[in-house]
């Protein structure tokens, strides 16, 4: 194996993209000393590129076999056969592609407001869908995952633990009360909470800290082994 | 200005800078930092140290390239081990993304010990449906893998004429990111009564807790850390042991980093 | 009209979407996969309004020769060069277009989220300092979770214990508790737009 | 090998709450009697749409299936379909009783789901009451919440300084609560922004919040009668990659040089980027996510955040809706009745009334 500095060579394909990527990653990391033209060029390249890579995936995912062959097909289908059926089902398969289309609306001022139908349905839409997703998740599971380990409880600790959990959950829910002042006995628990909140925050923090830190060794790692060959 | 209150307004350079060295200098030059190794660990080494030169091992890549960075130092150290070991290798995928990433771990590694292909080693390759694939290699490896990855008819496989069904092989090994550890045991260890390992990103250790216990499953080796010790255990310190001294010293700079800035924060109150 | 039928869309498709949760039957399970098509197509036509706004953006600041002019041009470029590698060549395996993706999209990428092992390091040592009981408890629960989960700590029993029971005890309750408040403040706002008393997404009349 | 069938049972029933499409499987412990000796690892279970027709093979059944059930999926509404358990190897060929006829049937209700439409239902009707109160103009008190507070002085001082303010709403998609939530947030920035002068720039992650934005800001402009003021360049859609946002933001802050980041929406890793940059460029920094990890990193990064659900009540508190701060009483007697089903959930779960706890089991 080659130990010398540079192992890598710059005139084939998978050579010369080790090269760039070596060399825009470096670009990225220049940012750390101070904002610099060779982080700004990088910086403009990835979002070109990723706006590029996202207007190609969307078109080929989406558009195209969503909203422009549907479409398509149902042209060539009612030109073909007719049909009243065939109308209805055409003009069902628009409704999509013009909502879509009304977005166009807002460079024309006077018609900006129907884009908003758009927009209103893409809302209404997730507004509709979170609700019972939230109750689900958010609300019912919680309490249940509160409240069961007091069917178990088999164990002085265990007991222990499940009332630092209950000791816990109200005095957070009581922190995120909006009309009550924090203020004598009520202000008492609502200062656990944030006791509580404070070492969740801490703990989600130190735990995070691996993962990211993995991320650098995985950069550095492609720096210096495939790359500059530095590592066997 | 005393020296406490530069520490208040420090230059985040300077952090920047120990943090890179902190993870850089550990993956340039080994440090080799103390790693404890667990018993679901040393279960698995110790299994395939007993085994026999000539013997034979499956291994199943069970993974995506995304968890790629954590598999692949475990996945080099135990075929280090059993190569060293004279140990014949039979590689497979249940993954299509594990195909590529077996392929070159299988052929990269045996590399390193002069092994030729096709009578040391094989590697046969992807099959979807992991339940009829492992239920199927029970009784035939030959009629789920007709042909290894390069299109070689097994037939004229000099190892996988000795390899009818899982009688054959004395452990299955899958590395894996899911619950494919699962199957191997539901299907071929309950059914054909084959040892099974299962290596895993951290995450997933606590799931199999339960099958060592019930001694379904030989050990199992789990993430980085679990790869620094089967490096450790076969004495070849590698880059699962890099990463994770990278980690600890990364982990006690900013450690470090908190307690400067603590200190100067209570001289500093002290200073009022 | 411009106001009161936007309302009513908003309406009518959040009630649907929310009813559709409680009915298993086919016609739900259509009405539900055909709405989720028409917010996939309403996205990808807003993507394309956003790419014209963005081209519209960086063209008239390289036309005007604003200051880093240049930059803006290199966005556009390879936006352009991007686009045409992936309609003219696809976005097979091999191709120029996945070529770029894994030398040049991903590894920049991955570079810019590894920045956070610096940033999380001096956030670290400004923002853990024991001003009071609070921040003392952020701290102290930080560094016991980095010292006995992840790093030489780990290795050393009470360490390890005391960060696994932070983890599943005082920590996870607390988390709980910021979930039932998100969920409930996710109920509240998503309710008040259904209703059209929450309005402002609708912009002036 | 001859073939022997056993009385062995299979009971098939229609899988309640979908739509119609499958079938649930369930047997007796295995072995059956008559293959204790062999006991075999894997059955083969079979169905058909006519008791005498050709049996396929759909499934493989594990004797160390501990459910002993298994649920077969994609059938025909109203069909009948039969089904049988078989095993064989080279001494026996076995096959069960054949089971059925059973047909799925389609559900309009999904009775699984009963909490989550009471939970719903009570939520809604406190919302309900309380937008009621709200518009006979009741007026209620609110706590102060830091972060809130110190949204005029934050943009205040951005205008003493002559500097703009930076505003995110981080990778949320338009559908979220918590991008609403922002928008709301935005459209009151926005009012006072106006009437100050100063400029708000604002790079958007995804198109559609863009088109919201640009809508909820110039309304807020129009409101503060500053109209003319309002410049459609200043929100603007940059890239949908998480990086290359936070690559991009990172930049527009070291050149722009804001004086004020408001953070308000759903973040993901990006948020301590930001923040960080942020802080080094000496910006306040305000933030507010549903996101709980993120609220760790912004909590150790900002100097204020609002934690949960402060960012849903906080258009409550900009705007002064009473409609609005209305909602926020409701939620309030929610959480006491959400406490309440806690403490009493705790008390008998201590005494074993697993009933209850179940109450809240959701699917």
Same mark, same amino acid.
């Given at each position: 194996?080659?130990?010398?500095?540079?192992?890598?060579?710059?005139?084939?394909?998978?050579?010369?993209?080790?090269?760039?990527?070596?060399?825009?990653?470096?670009?990225?990391?220049?940012?750390?000393?101070?904002?610099?033209?060779?982080? +700004?060029?990088?910086?403009?390249?990835?979002?070109?590129?990723?706006?590029?890579?996202?207007?190609?995936?969307?078109?080929?995912?989406?558009?195209?076999?969503?909203?422009?062959?549907?479409?398509?097909?149902?042209?060539?289908?009612?030109?073909?056969?007719?049909?009243?059926?065939?109308?209805?089902?055409?003009?069902?398969?628009?409704?999509?592609?013009?909502?879509?289309?009304?977005?166009?609306?807002?460079?024309?001022?006077?018609?900006?407001?129907?884009? +908003?139908?758009?927009?209103?349905?893409?809302?209404?839409?997730?507004?509709?869908?979170?609700?019972?997703?939230?109750?689900?998740?958010?609300?019912?599971?919680?309490?249940?995952?509160?409240?069961?380990?007091?069917?178990?409880?088999?164990?002085?600790?265990?007991?222990?633990?499940?009332?630092?959990?209950?000791?816990?959950?109200?005095?957070?829910?009581?922190?995120?009360?909006?009309?009550?002042?924090?203020?004598?006995?009520?202000?008492?628990?609502? +200062?656990?909470?944030?006791?509580?909140?404070?070492?969740?925050?801490?703990?989600?923090?130190?735990?995070?800290?691996?993962?990211?830190?993995?991320?650098?060794?995985? +950069?550095?790692?492609?720096?210096?082994?495939?790359?500059?060959?530095?590592?066997? | 200005?005393?020296?406490?209150?530069?520490?208040?307004?420090?230059?985040?350079?300077?952090?920047?800078?120990?943090?890179?060295?902190?993870?850089?200098?550990?993956?340039?030059?080994?440090?080799?930092?103390?790693?404890?190794?667990? #018993?679901?660990?040393?279960?698995?080494?110790?299994?395939?140290?007993?085994?026999?030169?000539?013997?034979?091992?499956?291994?199943?890549?069970?993974?995506?390239?995304?968890?790629?960075?954590?598999?692949?130092?475990?996945?080099?150290?135990?075929?280090?081990?059993?190569?060293?070991? #004279?140990?014949?290798?039979?590689?497979?995928?249940?993954?299509?993304?594990?195909?590529?990433?077996?392929?070159?771990?299988?052929?990269?590694?045996?590399?390193?010990?002069?092994?030729?292909?096709?009578? #040391?080693?094989?590697?046969?390759?992807?099959?979807?449906?992991?339940?009829?694939?492992?239920?199927?290699?029970?009784?035939?490896?030959?009629?789920?893998?007709?042909? #290894?990855?390069?299109?070689?008819?097994?037939?004229?496989?000099?190892?996988?004429?000795?390899?009818?069904?899982?009688?054959?092989?004395?452990?299955?090994?899958?590395?894996?990111?899911?619950?494919?550890?699962?199957?191997?045991?539901?299907?071929?260890?309950?059914?054909?009564?084959?040892?099974?390992?299962?290596?895993?990103?951290?995450?997933?250790?606590?799931?199999?807790?339960?099958?060592?216990?019930?001694?379904?499953?030989?050990?199992?080796?789990?993430?980085?850390?679990?790869?620094?010790?089967?490096?450790?255990?076969?004495?070849?310190?590698?880059?699962?042991?890099?990463?994770?001294?990278?980690?600890?010293?990364?982990?006690?700079?900013?450690?470090?980093?908190?307690?400067?800035?603590?200190?100067?924060?209570?001289?500093?109150?002290?200073?009022? | 009209?411009?106001?009161?039928?936007?309302?009513?869309?908003?309406?009518?498709?959040?009630?649907? @979407?929310?009813?559709?949760?409680?009915?298993?039957?086919?016609?739900?399970?259509?009405?539900?996969?055909?709405?989720?098509?028409?917010?996939?197509?309403?996205?990808?036509?807003?993507?394309?309004?956003?790419?014209?706004?963005? =081209?519209?953006?960086?063209?008239?600041?390289?036309?005007?020769?604003?200051?880093?002019?240049?930059?803006?041009?290199?966005?556009?470029?390879? =936006?352009?060069? @991007?686009?045409?590698?992936?309609?003219?060549?696809?976005?097979?395996?091999?191709?120029?277009? @996945?070529?770029?993706?894994?030398?040049?999209?991903?590894?920049?990428?991955?570079?810019?989220?590894?920045? =956070?092992?610096?940033?999380?390091?001096?956030?670290?040592?400004?923002?853990?300092?024991?001003?009071?009981?609070?921040?003392?408890?952020?701290?102290?629960?930080?560094?016991?979770?980095?010292?006995?989960?992840?790093?030489?700590?780990?290795?050393?029993?009470?360490?390890?214990?005391?960060?696994?029971?932070?983890?599943?005890?005082?920590?996870?309750?607390?988390?709980?508790?910021?979930?039932?408040?998100?969920?409930?403040?996710?109920?509240?706002?998503?309710?008040?737009?259904?209703?059209?008393?929450?309005?402002?997404?609708?912009?002036?009349? | 090998?001859?073939?022997?069938?056993?009385?062995?049972?299979?009971?098939?029933?229609?899988?309640?709450?979908?739509?119609?499409?499958?079938?649930?499987?369930?047997?007796?412990?295995?072995?059956?009697?008559?293959?204790?000796?062999?006991?075999?690892?894997?059955?083969?279970?079979?169905?058909?749409?006519?008791?005498?027709?050709?049996?396929?093979?759909?499934?493989?059944?594990?004797?160390?299936?501990?459910?002993?059930?298994?649920?077969?999926?994609?059938?025909?509404?109203?069909?009948?379909?039969?089904?049988?358990?078989?095993?064989?190897?080279?001494?026996?060929?076995? &096959?069960?009783?054949?089971?059925?006829?059973?047909?799925?049937?389609? %559900?309009?209700?999904?009775?699984?789901?009963? %909490?989550?439409?009471?939970?719903?239902?009570?939520?809604?009707?406190?919302?309900?009451?309380?937008?009621?109160?709200?518009?006979?103009?009741?007026?209620?008190?609110?706590?102060?919440?830091?972060?809130?507070?110190?949204?005029?002085?934050?943009?205040?001082?951005?205008?003493?300084?002559?500097?703009?303010?930076?505003?995110?709403?981080?990778?949320?998609?338009?559908?979220?609560? /918590?991008? !609403?939530?922002?928008?709301? !947030?935005?459209?009151?920035?926005?009012?006072?922004? /106006?009437?100050?002068?100063?400029?708000?720039?604002?790079?958007?992650?995804?198109?559609?919040?863009? /088109?919201?934005?640009? &809508?909820?800001?110039?309304?807020?402009?129009?409101?503060?009668?500053?109209?003319?003021?309002? %410049?459609?360049?200043?929100?603007?859609?940059?890239?949908?990659?998480?990086?290359?946002?936070?690559?991009?933001?990172?930049?527009?802050?070291?050149?722009?040089?804001?004086?004020?980041?408001?953070?308000?929406?759903?973040?993901?890793?990006?948020?301590?980027?930001?923040? &960080?940059?942020?802080?080094?460029?000496?910006?306040?920094?305000?933030?507010?996510?549903?996101?709980?990890?993120?609220?760790?990193?912004?909590?150790?990064?900002?100097?204020?955040?609002?934690?949960?659900?402060?960012?849903? /009540?906080?258009?409550?508190?900009?705007?002064?809706?009473?409609?609005?701060?209305?909602?926020?009483?409701?939620?309030?007697?929610?959480?006491?009745?959400?406490?309440?089903? !806690?403490?009493?959930?705790?008390?008998?779960?201590?005494?074993?009334?697993?009933?209850?706890?179940?109450?809240?089991?959701?699917?």
């Amino acid at each position: 194996m080659n130990s010398g500095l540079i192992c890598v060579s710059l005139f084939t394909a998978d050579g010369a993209g080790i090269w760039i990527a070596s060399i825009l990653t470096l670009a990225i990391y220049s940012f750390l000393y101070k904002d610099n033209p060779i982080y +700004r060029f990088s910086e403009s390249l990835l979002i070109g590129i990723s706006v590029g890579f996202l207007l190609v995936t969307t078109f080929d995912t989406t558009l195209l076999p969503k909203a422009f062959e549907p479409v398509g097909k149902g042209l060539s289908v009612m030109f073909g056969i007719g049909g009243f059926g065939s109308i209805i089902s055409f003009i069902w398969l628009l409704i999509p592609v013009a909502l879509g289309l009304l977005m166009f609306a807002r460079f024309v001022p006077k018609y900006a407001w129907m884009s +908003r139908v758009a927009l209103a349905l893409y809302i209404g839409f997730g507004a509709g869908a979170s609700i019972p997703a939230n109750m689900q998740s958010y609300i019912l599971r919680q309490i249940d995952a509160t409240i069961r380990p007091f069917l178990h409880i088999d164990s002085f600790w265990s007991l222990i633990n499940a009332i630092v959990i209950l000791a816990g959950l109200i005095s957070t829910l009581f922190y995120f009360f909006f009309s009550k002042e924090q203020k004598g006995a009520f202000g008492k628990i609502t +200062r656990l909470g944030t006791f509580y909140l404070m070492i969740f925050f801490g703990a989600t923090f130190g735990y995070t800290v691996m993962a990211r830190i993995s991320l650098l060794i995985g +950069r550095l790692t492609f720096l210096l082994k495939d790359w500059l060959g530095l590592i066997s | 200005m005393s020296i406490w209150e530069k520490a208040k307004t420090l230059d985040r350079r300077i952090i920047f800078l120990f943090m890179f060295l902190g993870v850089g200098l550990p993956l340039l030059a080994k440090i080799g930092l103390p790693v404890s190794v667990t #018993d679901d660990v040393r279960n698995v080494y110790n299994y395939i140290e007993k085994l026999e030169p000539g013997d034979i091992v499956l291994v199943s890549y069970d993974h995506d390239t995304g968890t790629l960075p954590e598999m692949i130092p475990m996945s080099d150290a135990i075929l280090r081990h059993l190569f060293k070991k #004279d140990i014949r290798v039979v590689g497979m995928a249940l993954r299509a993304e594990g195909n590529g990433i077996g392929r070159q771990n299988i052929r990269r590694t045996s590399a390193e010990f002069d092994k030729t292909e096709g009578t #040391d080693y094989v590697f046969l390759g992807f099959r979807p449906e992991i339940t009829a694939a492992i239920l199927g290699l029970g009784t035939s490896f030959e009629k789920v893998f007709p042909k #290894d990855d390069r299109g070689i008819p097994v037939g004229e496989l000099p190892l996988m004429n000795e390899v009818s069904n899982y009688n054959d092989v004395k452990l299955v090994i899958s590395v894996t990111d899911d619950d494919t550890p699962v199957y191997w045991v539901n299907y071929a260890n309950a059914r054909f009564k084959v040892k099974v390992v299962a290596g895993l990103t951290a995450v997933m250790a606590t799931t199999f807790f339960p099958f060592i216990d019930s001694g379904q499953m030989v050990g199992m080796v789990a993430g980085l850390k679990g790869a620094a010790e089967y490096e450790k255990l076969i004495k070849t310190p590698g880059r699962a042991a890099r990463g994770m001294d990278a980690q600890s010293i990364a982990h006690l700079v900013m450690i470090g980093f908190i307690i400067i800035g603590n200190v100067a924060f209570i001289m500093r109150r002290r200073g009022k | 009209m411009r106001r009161t039928f936007p309302i009513l869309v908003c309406f009518s498709f959040g009630m649907t @979407m929310l009813v559709q949760f409680f009915v298993p039957s086919k016609l739900s399970t259509d009405a539900y996969n055909e709405i989720t098509n028409w917010v996939q197509i309403i996205y990808a036509f807003a993507l394309i309004v956003g790419v014209v706004g963005l =081209l519209k953006y960086h063209f008239s600041r390289v036309s005007r020769r604003e200051r880093g002019w240049f930059y803006n041009l290199v966005t556009v470029a390879s =936006l352009i060069v @991007m686009s045409l590698l992936g309609f003219i060549g696809g976005r097979g395996d091999g191709g120029s277009f @996945m070529w770029v993706f894994n030398n040049m999209m991903a590894p920049m990428q991955a570079t810019v989220f590894s920045l =956070l092992a610096f940033f999380v390091a001096s956030a670290a040592y400004r923002g853990f300092l024991a001003r009071n009981l609070e921040a003392f408890l952020l701290l102290f629960s930080a560094v016991m979770i980095m010292f006995g989960i992840a790093s030489v700590g780990n290795a050393i029993p009470p360490f390890s214990d005391i960060a696994n029971w932070i983890l599943i005890n005082p920590s996870m309750t607390a988390r709980r508790g910021i979930f039932i408040g998100v969920g409930l403040g996710t109920i509240a706002v998503s309710l008040r737009v259904i209703l059209g008393v929450e309005r402002t997404y609708l912009g002036k009349e | 090998m001859p073939l022997q069938v056993f009385a062995f049972e299979l009971y098939i029933s229609d899988q309640p709450n979908d739509d119609g499409t499958r079938l649930t499987v369930e047997w007796d412990p295995l072995p059956p009697d008559d293959l204790r000796s062999i006991d075999p690892e894997i059955y083969s279970l079979l169905r058909s749409e006519s008791p005498d027709g050709e049996f396929t093979s759909i499934d493989i059944v594990s004797r160390l299936d501990p459910s002993r059930r298994k649920i077969d999926e994609n059938l025909a509404t109203g069909r009948s379909y039969y089904y049988k358990l078989a095993y064989s190897d080279s001494t026996i060929s076995w &096959e069960s009783n054949v089971a059925g006829p059973a047909a799925p049937e389609e %559900n309009w209700y999904n009775r699984s789901r009963t %909490n989550v439409l009471i939970g719903i239902l009570i939520t809604g009707a406190f919302v309900g009451i309380f937008i009621i109160l709200g518009r006979k103009g009741k007026s209620l008190y609110l706590r102060p919440i830091a972060g809130l507070n110190a949204m005029d002085e934050a943009i205040g001082r951005a205008t003493e300084m002559g500097k703009p303010i930076l505003y995110s709403s981080g990778r949320g998609k338009m559908e979220r609560p /918590a991008s !609403i939530a922002s928008m709301n !947030i935005l459209g009151s920035v926005a009012e006072k922004v /106006a009437s100050y002068g100063t400029p708000l720039i604002f790079p958007n992650n995804d198109p559609v919040v863009t /088109a919201v934005a640009q &809508e909820v800001a110039r309304e807020g402009y129009t409101k503060a009668g500053h109209a003319d003021l309002y %410049n459609p360049d200043n929100i603007y859609f940059v890239t949908d990659s998480q990086f290359g946002y936070a690559a991009a933001v990172d930049g527009i802050m070291m050149r722009e040089r804001p004086a004020t980041n408001l953070f308000f929406g759903t973040f993901e890793a990006e948020s301590l980027i930001l923040a &960080e940059t942020g802080n080094s460029i000496g910006a306040i920094q305000i933030a507010g996510t549903d996101s709980s990890i993120q609220m760790a990193f912004f909590i150790v990064a900002c100097d204020f955040v609002l934690i949960g659900e402060e960012l849903f /009540a906080a258009s409550g508190y900009l705007s002064g809706d009473p409609q609005v701060v209305g909602t926020l009483k409701g939620s309030d007697y929610l959480k006491v009745i959400i406490i309440i089903m !806690i403490l009493f959930g705790a008390v008998v779960g201590l005494l074993n009334q697993e009933w209850f706890v179940n109450l809240f089991l959701t699917a």
